[in-house]
Antibody, heavy 121, light 113 residues
Framework: EVQLVESGGGLVKPGGSLRLSCAASGFTFNNAWMSWVRQAPGKGLEWVGRIKSKADGGTTDYATPVKGRFSISRDDSKNTVYLQMNSLKIEDTAVYYC????????????WGQGTMVTVSS | DIVMTQSPDSLAVSLGERATINCKCSQSDLCTSNNKNYLAWYQHKPGQPPKLLIYWASTRESGVPDRFSGSGSGTDFSLTISSLQAEDVAVYYCQQYYTVPWTFGQGTKVEIK
């Protein structure tokens, strides 16, 4: 069964840091481009960033609001992707989803259940 | 950044009736390449992750009922639910996945009239 399981969410103060993890199973993780998407309370979906497979260079790209503060990395030996979030702001409060594709050519056909991050003093 | 603009923001449709959601890409050459439209549609219900319905603008994801269909090219795309069912109440998003940063539309809330 194809599965993505996020962990690491929680409550953090503004300016703080948090690292989210996403464990993958059921597909060839080392070939996958992994993304993070978030949804703030009462808002729509927002793509956060992605990391390509190592075979495709392993490079990362980020949405403008998180560039320079967030970083995505991967450990193919553990089938896990990470989202390191630094200098957190109140507006980063959201459910964070890990997502990728297996057969949809770039559209996100697999999603985790999401993990909540709350930035508050 | 490419802006994806959906219309309307919300719509209420009677059970069994048609619902159509539109999505406009701010720059056609950044949503489409080599005659491929990098446009997806998702259904999102509260407490659940989003679900892929349509990709390549018109390819239905496996297992998605055939009452869902996608169309369009260039800058203008549409998602149609041919006969609205109660379980289709959700927020629907379009997304371009050609040019980073990949971007979603603001969402369209579909309700029963």
């Amino acid at each position: 069964e194809v599965q993505l399981v996020e962990s690491g969410g929680g409550l953090v103060k503004p300016g703080g840091s948090l690292r989210l993890s996403c464990a993958a199973s059921g597909f060839t993780f080392n070939n996958a481009w992994m993304s993070w998407v978030r949804q703030a309370p009462g808002k729509g979906l927002e793509w956060v960033g992605r990391i390509k497979s190592k075979a495709d260079g392993g490079t990362t790209d980020y949405a403008t609001p998180v560039k320079g503060r967030f970083s995505i990395s991967r450990d193919d030996s553990k089938n896990t992707v990470y989202l390191q979030m630094n200098s957190l702001k109140i507006e980063d409060t959201a459910v964070y989803y890990c997502t990728s594709w297996t057969a949809a050519g770039g559209a996100f056909d697999i999603w985790g259940q999401g993990t909540m991050v709350t930035v508050s003093s | 950044d490419i802006v994806m603009t959906q219309s309307p923001d919300s719509l209420a449709v009677s059970l069994g009736e048609r619902a159509t959601i539109n999505c406009k890409c701010s720059q056609s050459d950044l949503c489409t390449s080599n005659n491929k439209n990098y446009l997806a549609w998702y259904q999102h219900k509260p407490g659940q992750p989003p679900k892929l319905l349509i990709y390549w603008a018109s390819t239905r994801e496996s297992g998605v009922p055939d009452r869902f269909s996608g169309s369009g090219s260039g800058t203008d795309f549409s998602l149609t639910i041919s006969s609205l069912q109660a379980e289709d109440v959700a927020v629907y998003y379009c997304q371009q996945y050609y040019t980073v940063p990949w971007t979603f539309g603001q969402g369209t809330k579909v309700e029963i009239k």
